[in-house]
DNA sequence: CCAAAAGTGTTACTCGTACACCCATGA
DNA sequence: TCATGGGTGTACGAGTAACACTTTTGG
């Protein structure tokens, strides 16, 4: 049977917080098009691997971290016939949190890398700015109803440090005292370590790791 | 630039309440492989057409209805590498939601086509059975928080119409009069046509259309 | 009149929010 | 002892569930 035959690439979308504020990773484009301009990572998906497993082998290529340590998720497709002037391209986007990471290195086929605070962003190559927008609309619902906003954190957290994750990703400040109550409350959400810190100043705060729940109940609200 | 070319698809779950029941668009297969085993209507992506452009013709194609009368979203894509056995096939998922429609013709690649009751399947040929559980799940959540609900009925419903839709989609019961002050009681949900119908027997139901609102204020719960 | 379905009122309970208040540490 | 953040108690209002009750039609 004939068909056409497409190119398909795996774009991600690798959010963290840095310093109180959504960050996200972009690479700078070492060749045309959209030469010097900002761009999502990404890459071509090989013949003998799935989707799951291009996004995984890319993120590690761009950020280094061994896979399965980062949250990873499939959120949406984009195919529109003029996305990339060479040629007829069909990218899959992920979505990966990761905790805050050194400052990663280029990649084979970028001139450089940073983490770019979601909040002032240069304009992007392709539309990869519309891309980023659904995977944060997608990471800002999910942190409502999942415990996803651990994937942000380091092994063992606090309360206060896991607030100021939801409050860097939402925009917005939650009242301390009702968040705790909520968070601690959730059934399988967090799990007390035994261990305390005062890294934070003032009282001692207990640490938590993540638990086992994969929805949470009830959720939390913007 | 040399790279892996794919064949992409766009496969469709097409869902209607019928008789109370939620129900699926199925064609039987017509060639080699999986001949004569029932799928999910779908087909190439043309290269001159973006995707949501493909997922509407095709639905055209099968259903024979004008294109924009049928909500259509995309759910998710899948590209295993055995997923197809004759080659490498990345296929788009679309799921469209659809009025009560006659029973389908068979497709131009397909050797009959039938409405099958979501909750007694045949087994379905490729990986349709994930692809389809998949966009079954992702229709049930959003009924709680959008008007899409109303995708399923026809251009002017009474409440209790809307609410066998809830019902047969969740496969629940719901409380008739708490249902009915919900969705009334929800900004941007319904409005009143200002005719009344006694198609259900009994006292004369309004007669209500869809507002505008595209979320639900508060939503509705399972 | 009776059955059936539409639509309203009422009550008890749950949950989110706001905020007063106390606790345990470092300086 | 004071400042700082951790953590608890409590009261109020919004939203839900359960269900008694009234309304309006067809037969």
Do not use: I
């Not at 007829?88 to 890398?113: K, S, W």
């Not at 770019?116 to 992007?124: C, G």
């Not at 939650?174 to 109550?181: G, I, Q």
């Amino acid at each position: 049977m004939s068909h056409p035959a497409l190119a398909v690439t795996v774009d991600l979308v690798v959010l963290t917080v840095r310093a109180g504020a959504l960050h996200v990773l972009l690479v700078e484009r070492g060749e045309e098009p959209f030469l010097g301009r900002w761009a999502l990572p990404g890459g071509f998906v090989r013949p003998d691997e799935d989707l799951p497993g291009a996004a995984s082998r890319e993120l590690q290529e761009e950020t280094g971290l061994p896979r399965g340590l980062v949250h990873l998720e499939q959120v949406a497709t984009y195919g529109a016939p003029d996305r990339d002037p060479r040629q007829r391209v069909v990218t899959v986007c992920y979505l990966a949190l990761a905790p805050d990471l050194p400052v990663p290195r280029a990649g084979t086929d970028a001139a450089d890398a940073r983490w770019a605070p979601v909040a002032d962003l240069p304009d992007l190559a392709f539309d990869h700015d519309v891309l980023l927008a659904d995977a944060v609309e997608r990471a800002r619902a999910k942190l409502e109803y999942t415990p996803l906003a651990t994937a942000f954190c380091p092994p063992e957290f606090t309360v206060a440090e896991l607030r100021r994750v939801y409050e860097a990703v939402w925009g917005t400040t939650l009242d301390a005292r009702n968040f705790h109550r909520k968070v601690t409350g959730a059934a399988g959400f967090l799990e007390p370590t035994g261990g305390t810190t005062t890294r934070d100043g003032g009282r001692p705060a207990t640490l938590f790791r993540r638990g086992p729940a994969t929805t949470l109940h009830p959720p939390l609200l913007r």
